[in-house]
């Protein structure tokens, strides 16, 4: 039985119910695939959804149970559900700011006083993303040798920790994840995101991409009490360190 398109692989690699063989292959594709990489990062508001479940959940044969297709299913839906929310959101802010720019112009000063002066683009996952970002306690570095610029914001979770990451000073194209490494010594991935040609967070970024002036801003959970994590490092999927933060 011929393996569908990679396109459609999208969810199960979110929730990580792709075996081996399949999460390399669409790893391969999504390097050249920006609305592959879109839909992922939409989706990696499952990461909650999931630690919500464990908890809810306290049989650990059903932690361990590889999801069947009721389960992923469900899973999508909910997320789905999330981003029509976001969505609607959004409608109801754009209706919000038109009529204030009818009410006149002193309303629209008090707009541009009150501006936070580094916003992200309109997007949905990035907007989470970046929220969950400021809520946590950060820690940055800039590589001496790539330049890439990153600062994770942790949070601690029942079942873990959460991990933001603000990466800037990146060119494309790449695919890259963020490792959180114990003080143990082992390892466990977080996120995993592509990299447009464009880059993120690049001075005098290309005027044809907007997104190239702006950092990426991602998330994810490691398992890793807080105090068990020794660092973060930001590497490519061939192997290339990018950015190591000590935490």
Not at 70 to 80: E, K, N, S
Not at 90 to 118: K, N, S, Y
Not at 135 to 164: F, I, N, Q, R
Request: aromatic share 4%; glycine share 10%; charged share 25%.
């Amino acid at each position: 039985m011929n393996r569908p398109a990679p396109h459609t692989d999208v969810g199960a690699y979110a929730l990580g119910a792709l075996e081996q063989d399949d999460a390399a292959r669409f790893e391969e594709h999504l390097a050249d695939c920006p609305e592959c990489a879109a839909e992922l990062d939409g989706l990696l508001g499952l990461t909650p959804l999931l630690a919500d479940l464990k908890e809810a959940t306290p049989d650990p044969d059903t932690l361990t149970a590889r999801p069947g297709p009721g389960f992923l299913d469900g899973l999508l839906g909910r997320a789905a559900a999330v981003r029509r929310a976001q969505r609607v959101r959004r409608r109801c802010l754009a209706a919000a700011a038109a009529v204030l720019i009818v009410a006149g112009p002193l309303v629209g000063a008090a707009l541009t006083a009150h501006r936070t002066p580094d916003r992200t683009p309109d997007h949905s996952s990035v907007s989470a993303a970046r929220q969950m970002y400021e809520e946590g306690e950060k820690y940055g570095a800039v590589d001496p040798v790539t330049k890439v610029d990153a600062t994770v914001s942790l949070e601690d979770k029942p079942w873990g920790t959460h991990a933001a990451l603000r990466l800037a000073h990146v060119k494309g194209p790449l695919t890259c994840d963020l490792v959180a490494v114990g003080r143990n010594g082992q390892r466990q991935t977080v996120t995993t995101w592509a990299v447009p040609a464009a880059g993120y967070g690049l001075e005098g970024g290309e005027k044809s991409d907007k997104w190239s002036k702006e950092p990426l801003y991602t998330h994810g959970g490691a398992a890793f009490p807080r105090n068990d994590i020794d660092h973060f490092e930001v590497r490519t999927l061939d192997g290339k360190l990018l950015a190591t933060v000590k935490v």
